[in-house]
C-alpha cells in the first residue's frame, strides 16, 4: 500500500468524527460532551498531521519546495488546527469552545479535501511508487503495526 492510499482511508475515518462533532454542536450538545470529543479528535488527528509533517512532506519538498506552496500551506493547517484544539483543551468558557471547534472542524474539513484532491495526487505523481509504499511501511511502523483508529 502507498503512504497516499493510508492518509486517504485516515482521513475518511477522521471525517465522520468531524461529522458527529458538528452534530453535537447543532444539537447544542452540553460542555463536557463537547470536550470529551475534541480530545478523541485531538488524539486521533495530532498524531496523523505530524506523521504527515515527518514523513510525506519531507519527500515532497525536493519537488514542491518548503518555503512556499502546497506544503507550505498544508503545515500551517496543520498548526491551525493544533492551536484551535490546545484552546478548546484550555476550556475558556462554553462559547468560545463551541466557536473554535467550529472553526477547527471546519479547517479541517477543507483541509483534508486539500490533501485528498491536490498534496495527494501530487504526491503520487512525482513520487516513485516505491517511496510511497516504503513510506507507508514506515507510517505502520511508527504505530506500533497497528492500524489508526480513534480509540
Do not use: N, Y
Request: without cysteine.
Amino acid at each position: 500500500m502507498k503512504i497516499t492510499d493510508a492518509l486517504r482511508a485516515e482521513h475518511r475515518i477522521l471525517r465522520a468524527r468531524l461529522d458527529l462533532l458538528e452534530q453535537l454542536l447543532g444539537a447544542g450538545a452540553p460542555l463536557a460532551g463537547l470536550l470529551a470529543g475534541a480530545a478523541q479528535l485531538t488524539g486521533a488527528l495530532l498524531p496523523h498531521a505530524h506523521l504527515e509533517d515527518e514523513l510525506l512532506f519531507p519527500a515532497l519538498e525536493s519537488h514542491l519546495g518548503a518555503g512556499s506552496g502546497p506544503l507550505a500551506v498544508m503545515r500551517a493547517e496543520h498548526e491551525e488546527i493544533e492551536r484551535g484544539l490546545a484552546a478548546i483543551a484550555a476550556r475558556q468558557g462554553a462559547a468560545d469552545v463551541r466557536e473554535r471547534l467550529a472553526h477547527v472542524l471546519a479547517v479541517a474539513r477543507q483541509h483534508f479535501a486539500k490533501e485528498d484532491e491536490v498534496l495527494f495526487p501530487m504526491a503520487e505523481e512525482v513520487l516513485d511508487g516505491g517511496v510511497l509504499e516504503e513510506l507507508d511501511a514506515e507510517l505502520l511502523r511508527r504505530r506500533g503495526g497497528r492500524p489508526f483508529d480513534l480509540a
